[in-house]
C-alpha cells in the first residue's frame, strides 16, 4: 500500500507519459523524412533491384513506424493502468515496452555491424548512373544525375576511366559546374553520415527509456498488485 500511495501519485504529476509519446512521434517523424525525404527517394527510385537499398529504404520506414506505435501505445497503457489501478493494463503496457526492446537492441546492433552497407549502396547507385552518363549510353540517366547534383549540391566525381568534364558541363547545376572538388561521394557521404549519427542517439535514447518504462511499470504492477492483497486500494490516508 505504501508503495502504490508513492508511485501513483508520481505518475499522475509528472508527465512521463508525454514523454514516451514524444518519443514514439519523433521516431516516426524521423522514419516519414527517411521515406519520403528527396535525397532518399531519389536513390530508392533510380537503385536497380540487386541493390540493397531499395529493401533497406523500406524496412526502415516500416520498423519506425512499428516502433513509434508501440512506444505511443505502452505509454497510453501505463497511463490508463496508473488512473484506474490496473494489473492487466499495466501488465500490457511493460509488454509493449519489452516488445518495443527487443526490437531496438537487433537494430542497434545492425546499427553498428552494418555501419557502411547503406553508404555504400547509395554510392554504388550514383557510380551506376555516372559511368552510363559517361558512356552516352542513356539519356534518360542523364536526367537522373543532374537530379542527383542538384538534390546533394555537388559535381561529379573524381573518375580513373578519363576527363570527366563533359559529363559535369551537361549534368551539374551551373552554380556548382566550376566547383571540380565537389565530389558527389564525397558529399553523399557526409549527408548520410551526419543523418546516421543522428539515428544513433535517437536509438540510445529510445532504448534508454525503453528500460526506464519496463522498470517503472514492473515496479507498478507490483505496488498495485499488494495494495489489493491489502484491501486498501483507493484508500489513501494523510499522516
Not at 41 to 61: G, Q
Not at 94 to 105: D, K, M, R
Not at 151 to 158: M, Q, S
Amino acid at each position: 500500500f505504501v508503495c502504490t500511495q508513492q508511485v501513483l501519485p508520481a505518475w499522475k504529476s509528472l508527465p512521463k507519459k508525454l514523454l514516451f509519446q514524444l518519443l514514439g512521434l519523433s521516431i516516426a517523424t524521423l522514419s516519414t523524412v527517411t521515406h519520403y525525404g528527396l535525397h532518399f527517394t531519389l536513390i530508392s527510385d533510380i537503385s536497380l533491384e540487386t541493390n540493397s537499398y531499395r529493401v533497406i529504404h523500406y524496412a526502415v520506414f516500416y520498423f519506425g513506424i512499428c516502433l513509434s506505435m508501440t512506444l505511443i501505445l505502452a505509454a497510453l497503457l501505463s497511463s490508463a493502468a496508473t488512473v484506474q489501478e490496473s494489473q492487466c493494463l499495466t501488465a500490457m503496457g511493460f509488454c509493449c515496452f519489452a516488445l518495443a526492446f527487443c526490437g531496438l537492441i537487433p537494430a542497434a546492433c545492425w546499427r553498428y555491424t552494418h555501419s557502411t552497407e547503406v553508404e555504400d549502396s547509395m554510392m554504388d547507385v550514383y557510380d551506376l548512373v555516372y559511368e552510363e552518363v559517361r558512356r552516352n549510353t542513356s539519356s534518360f540517366r542523364r536526367h537522373e544525375l543532374t537530379a542527383i547534383h542538384e538534390a546533394f549540391l555537388c559535381c561529379g566525381k573524381h573518375s580513373p576511366f578519363g576527363d570527366t568534364a563533359n559529363v559535369e558541363h551537361k549534368t551539374c547545376p551551373p552554380s556548382q559546374e566550376h566547383n571540380a572538388r565537389q565530389d558527389c561521394l564525397q558529399e553523399i557521404q557526409v549527408f548520410l553520415r551526419k543523418h546516421m549519427s543522428f539515428v544513433s542517439t535517437l536509438l540510445g535514447v529510445t532504448i534508454g527509456f525503453t528500460v526506464y518504462g519496463m522498470i517503472l511499470t514492473s515496479f507498478l504492477w507490483f505496488s498495485i498488485r499488494f495494495s489489493t492483497n491489502l484491501d486498501r486500494k483507493g484508500k489513501y490516508i494523510l499522516r
